[in-house]
Structures are given as C-alpha cells and as structure tokens.
C-alpha cells in the first residue's frame, strides 16, 4: 500500500472536482465519499443534491473564518493511498478506516480531543482513495502534518500487516520523487507508456553514464532532444539546469520543465559533478591510455572485467567505497541498456531502471574510487552499439553475466544494512537481467555446444576426468547440465591456448555465487573465457579448436602451462587482472 503526499495547493473545489470527474479518466467510477472529518459531509457522487461547491465550503470554513492576511497560501492537503495491484479489493468501510488512520497518523486529524483539520476521502477506483483536507483546525491553528509523508509510509506498514496485504518495503527518503496523478493521466491521454517525469529522468540518467565535464552532459542531453535550461549566477558561474520534452507542453502551449533534483537526488547538478571531479588530470589521462576507444566487443570485455573486481570492493570494501561503486555501477547498466542490440535492449532497459532505486542510499558516497566503473559506462557509450551477434552478441552475453553477480552482491550488501527498498530493487534488476542473458547467450553458448559434442570420445573423457579432479564437489551437477559441452569445448580451447584448464577451472568456481546460477556450466564458461582471454564468439573459431580433439594435447606438450598464464594477444584489462 503507497500513500503518496502531495505539494499543498490553494484551490480545494479544483481538486474535488478532478476526484469527482467521471468523463476524462476510464479509471474514475463511481466517485464516492468513503468518510470524512465528520461522518456526514455532503456526498456530490451519490447525493443528488448535494454539489461540489456545498462540500468545498465545508472544507474550507476554518479557513475562511481567519482573517484574510492569516489565511495559509496553499491550504490543501492533499494525499493518495493505493493498494498493490495484486491485493484484494477492498470493501469502503475498510477504505473508510484506512483513511481516518492516515489523518490521524500525519497529524491531519489526530483525534483524542485534539482539534483537527477538515478532510473528506473520495473512491472512485477499486484500488485507491484520495484524502482531501484543509490545512486550519477547527480552532483556527496549523495543524501538526511535519512529515506528513513518512508518517503515512509508517501508518501504511500496520495497516498491510493488519489487512493481509502486500508488504512494501519501508523507505528511507532516498527515491526519486513519483508521478503525480495529473502527470500519469496527462500521460494517459497523450497515450504515452510513462510519465513525462520518469522519461526525463531515464533519459538524464543515461546521459550521466561516463561523462567527465559539464559540457559533454549537456552535449548528450541535446543529443537526446531535450530541450535543456542552464541556471547562471551574476558571476557566471553554472548553478543547475532543467530539461523538458519537446512535445511536453502546459496549457499554454509551453515546454514543462523539470529541474535534475526533482527528477532524482542524484541528478541535480552539484550531484553529477560529484562523480567527476573527484578525477585528477593524472589518473584521467592514465586511463586514457590503458582504455582506447574501442569495439563494442573490446568495450564488453573490459566491462565484464571491471564488474568482476568491483563485487570484491562490496563484499569487503568500506561503506563509503562499496557506495561509489554501487552508483557507477547503475552506470554501466545505463550505459549497457543504450547500446544494446534489440533483443536484450528491453531487459536491460528494464535492469537498468529498476536498479536506479538501488544506486542511492543514506551511505555518502566516496567518489573517485569508482573511476574503473565510470570508464567501463564511458567505453561502452564510446564503443557505440552491438550488433547483437558475433563477437559482440558472445561479449554482451559475458558482460550481463558477471554484471548479475554484481547486482546480486549489491542487494545482499543492502540487505545487510538494512535498506529494504535498495535490496528489493536490485533484486529486480538481477530477475531482468537474468533474461536478458538468456537471450544473448543462447546463439554464441549454442555454437560451442556445438562444438563441445563434435569433439571425439577420448577427448571428451579426458575434459570428464579435468573436471572431476578440478572440481570434484559440482562436477556431477555440471555434467548433468546441457551447458557440460560448452565447458568442454572452452576447457579444450583454453588447454590448447597453454593454459592450465584445471587451474582455470578451480579458481572460476572459487569466485562467489555460484549458487544463484541457473546453470554452472554456463557460468563457469564465460569466467573462464574472460580469464584466459579467449575468444567470446565461437563461431569465429577454425576447425582446429574441434580438432582439440587430436592437438591439444599435442600443443599442451610443446606449449608449457602454468595457472594464470596469458597468450600474446591479450589485452590490457586482462593485464590488470
């Protein structure tokens, strides 16, 4: 249940007459009183001789009473309560006492003798009420509503367990500001999935990904169609910005703009800055030079790798630090769902805007450690987008891949600080990309099946004994997986590159959350790949890698192994390893 607080306004019959109006909304039937300050307030819904205007003045006469130099400018207190949609509907009587709680719970009116304000609760859905209220007691005072808000979130909390309902989790002040119900019904009836809100938001988001000054943020903003407003001190100096849609316009044909910090706390200006400038010239140019720009694939890759380390700075790193790193890296989700080819783009849209919730908490966040992450988004933005296929369908299967166990480490980093609503939305994020991975690694794992069961039978004994001896704990569920042939096929290719495939294959299993792998094997192949620097699309493969069958071990005598060892052609993130 989501009690949502909205601004004060000045114009009650204005808002009565938006919950009573039945011919604009589909989802406004039936408008109806559920309860109010005094049980009998005029009913415009179901009294037919009852008007807008006989409840908007018995709202209002407290307020009316004051002199007119004493009355509050906005006056209207106005908040929604919504069931989940997967709660029973609920009858009016138990609307009716959900809404004498939330009044008395924010001070609105709190009852024990104590004088209140005039409110009146309207139903016209099944799934929601809206409490109206003016801000004057009866007494001619303001009431005591100091965060109205979270006192209604905490209200909401008793009142689910009570009722049976769906339990949300408690916030902590850290998200972004909702929709409200003029912004979600203008959506409506311009026939746009989200809100103006949420699409400014995803798109600046996106834009902060990598970014390292002021102008290559507004570059990218213009580059997106925004229209972009700089705020500018006397001095000259840039103080914030707001940004708005093209076709978002107000009643008088004018673009509705929205400052960064009441699209999310992170994005106003002085917040983005944050996390660059904590950079020095030295350590920019220095990775400058380890990170060209590159392919897409190269961009994937060194994503991926980056991923891997950062999941040892959130189990083991300081709060502070873990944060940082928890923020860059909705980065490069960010960064990953705007170059994604079409068939994971959705999910990783969907990853990434779910785990936008999960990059904010009330840990400060030490920036300039994160300075890998940040260059990871900036690479693959620089990259430009994947095909989808090839080297760089295999390398985005790999990147999702190391980035689930990321996000899997951060939701149980913030279960374990006990930020409920972070741990719920990072664990949203991982269900997202766990399909997203699906669908990018089913066409590059496929071809090494491929290869995996072409390979002849002597070979295919030695790998069964490889990963007996490597790992004698899983290899019975690995090989009971249809993903065994693929780590067949990459446990060859990586013998036959000079490796040590059980070395290899004992430290990839070493490495963390196994157990929330659908399947080992798969895991197990993309760990290694990314270890010995082997190629992520298989099919670029010559003959030779199933003729492992008949050379590896040819190679693996002219060719030392050692655990680790890298051939020539690897690449400087591999070196950093």
């Known amino acids: 249940m989501i009690p949502s607080v909205n601004p004060s306004g000045s114009d009650t019959r204005g808002l009565l007459y938006y919950l009573y109006e039945t011919g604009k909304y589909e989802d406004h039937t039936d408008p109806h009183l559920v309860a109010s300050f005094d049980g009998m307030s005029p009913d415009p819904g179901r009294d037919p001789d009852a008007t807008l205007t006989d409840l908007q003045r018995l709202l209002d006469q407290p307020v009316m009473a004051l002199d007119k130099h004493a009355r509050p400018a906005k006056h209207v207190w106005h908040t929604s309560v919504r069931a989940d949609p997967g709660d029973k509907i609920l009858s009016d009587e138990e609307w009716a006492g959900i809404a004498r709680r939330i009044v008395a719970a924010t001070g609105i009116d709190p009852g024990d003798g ?81 809100t103006a809100r949420e699409e400014l938001r995803e798109t600046v988001r996106r834009a902060v990904s990598g970014v390292r000054s002021d102008q290559e943020f507004f570059d990218r903003l213009a580059a997106a169609g925004l229209l972009i407003r700089r705020r500018v001190a006397p001095s000259g100096d840039l103080l914030g910005y707001k940004v708005a849609l093209a076709d978002d316009l107000n009643k008088d044909g004018e673009p509705v703009f929205y400052p960064g910090a009441r699209l999310a706390p992170d994005l106003s200006l002085p917040r983005i800055r944050e996390r660059w400038t904590a950079d020095t010239p030295a350590s920019r140019q220095a990775e400058a030079i380890l990170t060209q720009p590159g392919s897409p694939a190269t961009a994937r890759r060194r994503a991926a790798s980056t991923a891997w380390q950062t999941i040892l700075v959130i189990e083991h790193g300081e709060d502070a630090v873990a944060a940082a790193h928890i923020a860059a890296a909705g980065e490069v989700l960010d960064a990953l769902a705007k170059t994604s080819a079409a068939h994971t783009r959705r999910e990783l849209r969907n990853a990434a805007t779910a785990f936008e919730r999960a990059s904010r908490s009330h840990i400060h966040a030490v920036r300039g450690h994160d300075r890998a992450l940040r260059q990871a988004a900036r690479d693959l933005v620089q990259g430009g987008p994947a095909l989808g296929r090839g080297e760089d369908g295999a390398t985005t299967a790999m990147a999702i891949d190391m980035l689930f166990f990321l996000i899997t480490a951060t939701a149980h980093w913030h279960t374990r600080k006990g930020h409920a609503q972070q741990a719920e939305a990072a664990t949203r994020a991982a269900e997202h990309l766990r399909t997203a991975y699906q669908a990018a690694a089913a066409q590059p ?133």
């Open 114 to 194: 104590q004088p209140g304000c005039r409110w009146a609760a309207v139903r016209h859905a099944d799934d929601h009420i809206h409490i109206v209220a003016t801000l004057v007691t009866e007494d001619g005072h303001r009431p005591d509503d100091y965060r109205s808000g979270a006192r209604a979130q905490a209200e909401a909390r008793l009142i689910e367990k009570e009722l049976g309902l769906r339990q949300v989790a408690p916030g902590d002040g850290t998200a972004a500001q909702r929709p409200t119900s003029a912004e979600r019904h203008k959506a409506e009836r311009q026939r746009r999935e989200r």
């Open 445 to 577: 794992l496929g071809v090494l099946h491929q290869h995996g069961r072409r390979m002849n039978r002597p070979m295919l004994q030695r790998q069964t004994a490889l990963l007996r001896e490597a790992l004698p704990e899983l290899a019975e569920q690995i090989l009971a997986e249809p993903g065994w042939y693929a780590l067949a096929a990459t446990v060859a290719e990586a013998e036959a590159a000079g490796h040590d495939p059980a070395a290899l294959l004992s430290d990839a299993a070493e490495r963390r959350e196994l157990g929330t792998a659908d399947s080992v094997s798969d895991v197990l192949v993309w760990r290694m790949r990314r270890t010995a620097d082997l190629p992520s699309d298989a099919s670029r493969l010559s003959e030779t890698s199933t003729a492992g069958n008949r050379s590896a071990t040819r190679v693996t005598t002219t060719m030392p192994s050692a655990p680790g060892r890298q051939h020539s052609g690897e690449d400087t993130s591999a070196q950093s390893r």
